[in-house]
């Protein structure tokens, strides 16, 4: 028998093994398993549980008890208490691979191809949201580099589509103390940005800026420079960056671009930029 046919049949029954109840079994895993890690067999199966828990969205949300009985599968798997959300991963872009990620966030259609350098799109959720099929409550886009999550922002996903959702009024929360107050509605022309199609003429997208100041004044929180606008130094890619790029503030209010040339720290660059949602 094909090997990945009989790992997804093993998945299959691991999962109705591990969530499966009498009366409302679901196969909650389908499609390719995770590339297996030939040295590190540990790690595999570790993604492999985690892919099932995420595909099984029920999960944590224990339905209403009173007529149902406890199950052996809820006493052995206890649900932390809370609301947590259910993070799924629906995008991940990757800097330096010379794609846009706006346009990989932006396009109708995924190409597969993309994912040889990183990226990911989990099309169907996609394409869910997209057509309005799905209630996305949150949306937690997130930043990291080779140490991990350096930011995060998360925001009210109720009646939002693919690119509404990234906005001021639905931003929950972030890492940084002056943004949600931000005045950030006198227009482009002031160089104030709080949106996904950002300034389309320089290619600056997932923009959430507060001023423009010829370049060298600009002071923002968070900037995905995808391509050469040869409008101020600090958006020009280097030798060890380049496009499409991610900066953003590593303190904790809005930078000065142009201080990513002096290397002082206070703007972080971050190696991708995913989005995860929680959704019905
Ligand atoms: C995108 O997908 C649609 C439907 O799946 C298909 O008809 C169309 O040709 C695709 N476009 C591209 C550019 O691949
Ligand atoms: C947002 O997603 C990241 C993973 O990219 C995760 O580490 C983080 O805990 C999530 N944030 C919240 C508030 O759940
Ligand atoms: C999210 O937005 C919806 C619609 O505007 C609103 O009804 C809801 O209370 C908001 N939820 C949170 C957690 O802010």
New binding site residues.
């Given amino acids: 028998m094909d090997g990945a046919v009989a790992v997804v049949l093993m998945l299959s029954a691991m999962a109705v093994l591990l969530f499966g109840v009498e009366s409302q079994q679901r196969v909650c895993y389908s499609g390719p398993p995770p590339e297996p890690d030939p040295d590190n067999p540990d790690d595999w199966m570790k993604q492999v549980m985690q892919e099932i828990r995420k595909r099984c969205p029920g999960r944590r949300q224990p339905t209403p008890v009173a007529t149902e009985k406890p199950t052996p599968a809820a006493t052995e798997t206890p649900t932390p208490a809370g609301t ?2 259910e ?1 799924r ?1 629906l995008f991940k872009g990757v800097a330096g691979t010379g794609v846009s990620l706006y346009d990989m966030w932006t396009a109708m259609n995924w190409t597969s191809s993309y994912e040889a350098s990183g990226h990911r799109r989990d099309n169907s959720l996609y394409q869910a949201w997209r057509n309005g099929q799905l209630h996305v409550r949150q949306v ?1 886009l ?1 930043l ?1 580099d080779s140490s991990g ?1 350096r930011a ?1 922002l ?1 925001f009210n996903g109720t009646g939002s589509d693919i690119k509404s959702w990234f906005t001021q009024t639905r931003l929950i ?1 972030s890492p940084w103390d002056d943004l949600k107050s931000a005045q950030l509605t006198g227009g482009h022309a002031l160089g104030q940005f709080f949106s996904i199609d950002g300034n389309y003429e320089r290619d600056w997208r997932f923009y959430i800026n507060n001023n423009f100041g010829g370049c060298k004044g600009d002071e923002g929180w968070l900037v995905v420079i995808e391509s050469n606008s040869l409008f101020c130094h600090w958006d020009r890619q280097t030798a060890a960056y380049p496009y499409p790029f991610i900066l953003y503030s590593a303190t904790n209010s809005k930078v000065t671009w142009d201080r990513v040339r002096s290397n002082d720290g206070t703007v972080g660059r971050a190696d991708s930029l ?1 989005i ?1 949602i929680d959704a019905e």
Avoid: A, K, Q
Wanted: proline residues 8%.
């Fill in positions: 947590d959300p993070w991963l937690n997130s990291h999550v995060e998360i929360s995913t995860h």
